[in-house]
C-alpha cells in the first residue's frame, strides 16, 4: 500500500481530521534503515492509522555538527515506509516547521545539560522542540522511540509527564549489526576502518554487561578496558563518555544501586558522533 504523503500543515491536518480509531506516529530524520524499520512495525502492530515523520530538524543540531551533510534518503525512506504499511508519511520544509525564527522553545532543564547534553550544548531544547510540536501536529495516541537514544527516549518521557502532553510513549530496542554495532543513520559516514574502532562501543557495553554480577564499579572497569584500547587505536576513538545512570533521570547510580540502571557511552571516530547503551538490573543485596 502507497501512504499518503502530506508536506504542509494544512494537508495533515485535513488527513488527521479524517483518521479513525488509534494512531501511532513514528519521529524520524530520514535515512532510514532497520531499526526504523521495527519502529514502523510496532507502531503497525498496535494501531490503525501510522503515521511516519521525515525531517531533519536543524535546532537540534550544533553549530559545528553535521546538519548539511546529514543523509537525506527520500526515495528509500518513502519504500520502507510503504513495505511496513505506514498510512501516512509527513515530510515537511523547514519552512512547515519553523515558518520564522522561533522565539519560545523547550528548555529541556538540567537534565538536558548532562551526559549527551553536556557533549552537545543545545541538543536537546531543539530536540525537544521539534518533539512537541510534532506531537501537536500529529496528535497520536502513541509515539514510538528507540531505545538506542536512551536519554532522548527518558527525555520525552519526562517532557510529555511534566508538561501533560496527552500521548503514550513507547520504546523499541536497538537494533544491531551481526557484529554489535548499533543501527544508525550515521553508520554511513565510517570508513572500514573507522567502523572497526566504533566497535570498541558495542563491545564495550557487552563486557560491562557481562560484569553486572560483581556491581556498578565492577561494570565501569570492564568497559572502560575495552574503551582504552580503542581510544589508542589507529583511527582512535574519542571518548565523550562512559556513564552508568539511572534510566528516568541519567544520573549517576551508586556504587551499591539496585534496580535499573543504563551503561552510556559516546564518542567519535574519524569525524562521526556515534553514541550507544546497554540496559543493565542489578539486583537487591541478599
Ligand atoms: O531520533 C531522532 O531521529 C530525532 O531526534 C527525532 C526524535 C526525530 C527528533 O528530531
Known amino acids: 500500500m502507497t501512504p499518503i504523503i502530506v508536506r504542509t500543515r494544512e494537508e495533515l491536518a485535513e488527513v488527521r481530521s479524517e483518521v479513525k480509531g488509534t494512531l501511532a506516529f513514528v519521529p524520524t530524520m530520514g535515512a532510514l534503515h532497520e531499526g526504523h524499520r521495527s519502529l514502523i512495525r510496532q507502531a503497525r502492530q498496535g494501531a490503525d492509522t501510522v503515521v511516519v515523520s521525515i525531517f531533519v530538524n536543524p535546532l537540534q543540531f550544533g553549530p559545528d555538527e553535521d546538519l548539511d551533510r546529514y543523509p537525506r534518503t527520500l526515495p528509500a525512506d518513502l519504500e520502507m515506509c ?74 520525552i518521557r519526562r517532557m510529555v509527564a511534566d508538561l501533560n502532553v496527552p500521548v503514550e510513549i513507547a520504546a523499541a530496542p536497538t537494533v544491531r549489526e551481526p557484529d554489535g554495532l548499533a ?77 535499573r540502571a543504563v551503561l552510556a557511552v559516546a564518542g567519535r571516530v574519524g569525524a562521526t558522533h556515534l553514541i550507544d547503551n546497554v540496559p543493565l538490573h542489578f539486583p537487591e543485596e541478599s
Open 82 to 155: 510503504a513495505a511496513e504499511g505506514a498510512d501516512i508519511v509527513f515530510t515537511p520544509p523547514r519552512s512547515e516547521i519553523y515558518p520564522d525564527e522561533p522565539r519560545v522553545t523547550v528548555d529541556s532543564g538540567p537534565m538536558g545539560e548532562i551526559v549527551e547534553g553536556a557533549a552537545r550544548p543545545g541538543h536537546f531544547d531543539g530536540m525537544l522542540t521539534v518533539v512537541l510540536k510534532l506531537l501537536n501536529l500529529v496528535r497520536p495516541d502513541v509515539a514510538i522511540f528507540g531505545e538506542k537514544d536512551a536519554q532522548q527516549l527518558a527525555m
Open 183 to 259: 543501527l544508525s543513520s550515521r553508520n554511513r559516514y565510517l570508513t572500514d576502518r573507522e567502523r572497526g574502532t566504533a566497535l570498541a562501543l558495542s563491545r564495550a557495553l557487552a563486557a560491562g554487561a557481562h560484569a553486572a554480577g560483581a556491581g556498578p564499579e565492577a561494570v565501569l572497569a570492564a568497559a572502560n578496558a575495552v574503551l582504552d584500547e580503542a581510544t589508542a587505536a589507529d583511527p582512535p576513538l574519542h571518548l565523550d563518555y562512559l556513564v552508568l545512570v539511572d534510566p528516568a533521570t541519567f544520573t549517576p547510580i551508586t556504587p551499591s544501586h539496585a534496580g
